[in-house]
C-alpha cells in the first residue's frame, strides 16, 4: 500500500512540475514514478522508512511549505530591525534516525535557521535573532525553532 502511496505522490510532483495535468502527463508520472522506485528499492531504506505513513508525510511537506513562507515574512523583520545570530541545541523526543534527519533538514529549510549538527537526540542550530532580545529561555527558543514540525514528526512514529 506504501508503493502505492508513493506512486501517487511522486506522479503529483510531476504533474506539478511539468505544469501539465493532461492524461498522457499522469501516464508518464506513474511509469517514471513505479520506475524510480523500482530502480530505488536496493538504495532506499525501504525497512526503515516503512513504518511511516506517507500520507502524514505528504502533509508534513504542506505544513513545511507553510512554515517556510511565514518564517520568511518574520525573519525580513528580524533582519530589517537588526539581526544577530546564535548558537542553542535543540531537544527533539523523536527516536527514528530518518525522522529525526527530516527534522533537521525541515529546519534547514525554515528562513533564518541552519541545522549544524544532529546528535544523541539534540540538533545544533544557528538561528537569526532580534539584536534587543538577549534575555530570552533557549529552551523557549528551541520549542519555536521546531514548533509543530517535530509534534507532526512524532505522529508518524510508530
Known sequence: MNTLYAIFLLTAVWVILCENFSLFSVITGVIISAGCLLFCRKLLPFPKIKSINLFRLAIYFLYLITQMYLAGILIIKIILTGADTDVI?????????????????????????????????????LHFKEKADQSRNPEKIGQEIKGGLEKMLLKMQK
Open 89 to 125: 541545541k535543540v531537544k527533539t523526543q523523536i527516536k527514528s534516525g530518518f525522522l529525526r534527519t527530516l527534522l533537521a533538514n525541515s529546519i534547514t529549510l525554515i528562513p533564518g535557521t541552519v541545522s549544524l549538527d544532529a546528535q544523541d537526540g539534540a540538533i545544533t542550530v
